[in-house]
């Protein structure tokens, strides 16, 4: 199984938006609705931010938000803050019942 | 809360089989499926695979041929076993509840693959 495709990094000002992309194939993140969204600090455990798409875990900032369409998730970071400034990985179920993750998204807060 | 914690030897030599033991506190193991992720230094996340309860197991293809995982329900602990480790099995493993594909996580634990 391929990694998911994100881009390496995404930047933005705080109180912008920003939005990370995650794009697989019909055999996982198109053929599904279980794919999560992890943020992961310099050295920490990644922590879950969305499930199935678009739920959030309790005791996640609303600013989180995820989406899909076709082939391709997204995760959207409104309100952009200091802390904001970590790795983000998605993550989807697959047809093969395994799960494969994304090659990783660095958010920088400018 | 349910609480992770990851154990095993530190250091593995090469061609020999690291084993690493998950242990689950403050709740049941049951009717759960445990995963197991690990990350090479300044590397992405790789899923390596998870186990339910019942012992039904799904591995990652790419390790599938030296993984195996087992739960032991009378311990609240399950387990990882890799065989013929080399050096680009060195990383941090985490063991997860694969809820919502990873609800709660261990703090990870590193392993290094040496002579």
């Known amino acids: 199984q391929s990694a998911l495709t994100q881009p390496a990094s995404v930047s933005g000002s705080p109180g912008q938006s920003i939005t990370i992309s995650c794009t697989g194939t019909?055999?996982?993140?198109?053929?599904?609705?279980?794919v999560s969204w992890y943020q992961q600090h310099p050295g920490k455990a990644p922590k879950l931010m969305i499930y199935?798409?678009?739920h959030r875990p309790s005791g996640v900032s609303n600013r989180f938000s995820g989406s899909k369409s076709g082939n391709t998730a997204s995760l959207t970071i409104s309100g952009l803050q200091a802390e904001d400034e970590a790795d983000y990985y998605c993550?989807?179920?697959?047809?093969?019942?395994?799960?494969?993750f994304g090659g990783g998204t660095k958010v920088t807060v400018l | 809360q349910v609480q992770l914690q990851e154990s095993g030897p530190g250091l593995v030599k090469p061609s020999e089989t690291l084993s690493l033991t998950c242990t689950v506190s403050?709740?049941?193991?049951?009717?759960?499926?445990w995963s197991w992720i690990r990350q090479p230094a300044g590397k992405g996340l790789e899923w390596i695979g998870r186990?339910?309860?019942?012992?039904?197991?799904n591995y990652n293809p790419s390790l599938k041929s030296r993984v195996t995982m087992s739960v032991d329900t009378s311990k609240n602990q399950f387990s990882l076993k890799l065989t013929s480790v080399t050096a680009a099995d060195t990383a941090v493993y985490y063991c997860a509840r694969d809820y919502y594909g990873g609800d709660i996580w261990g703090q990870g634990t590193m392993v290094t693959v040496s002579s």
């Open positions: 403050g709740g049941s193991i049951s009717n759960y499926y």
């Open positions: 186990v339910y309860t019942s012992g039904i197991t």
């Open positions: 993550n989807s179920y697959t047809s093969s019942s395994t799960r494969v």
């Open positions: 019909s055999s996982d993140v198109g053929g599904y609705n279980y």
């Open positions: 199935e798409v678009s």
